[in-house]
């Protein structure tokens, strides 16, 4: 029962490090993954300490019409 508990805590500290790197601009995925290695606390502190990165802006693809003519 102890070790359910303790990886809730740890899935709880994982979730954090996603939603902190989600609002900092940072790819959430490798920051997860880093804090599976590495510690999700050190991460976490890391990323806090971390400025937020400009917002990207997305793409958009426009396609002309283009008309046949018979």
């Not at 990323?47 to 802006?57: A, D, F, R, S």
């Given at each position: 029962?102890?070790?359910?508990?303790?990886?809730?805590?740890?899935?709880?500290?994982?979730?954090g490090v996603?939603?902190?790197?989600?609002?900092?601009?940072?790819?959430?995925?490798?920051?997860?993954?880093?804090?599976?290695?590495?510690s999700?606390?050190?991460?976490l502190?890391?990323?806090?300490?971390?400025?937020?990165?400009?917002?990207?802006?997305?793409r958009?693809?426009?396609?002309k019409?283009?008309?046949?003519?018979?």
């Amino acid at each position: 029962m102890d070790w359910i508990i303790v990886l809730l805590v740890y899935a709880a500290f994982i979730y954090g490090v996603y939603k902190l790197a989600k609002s900092k601009n940072r790819d959430p995925g490798g920051w997860m993954l880093a804090s599976i290695i590495i510690s999700p606390i050190i991460i976490l502190v890391i990323l806090t300490i971390m400025q937020k990165l400009p917002e990207t802006k997305k793409r958009v693809n426009k396609r002309k019409k283009v008309s046949k003519k018979n």
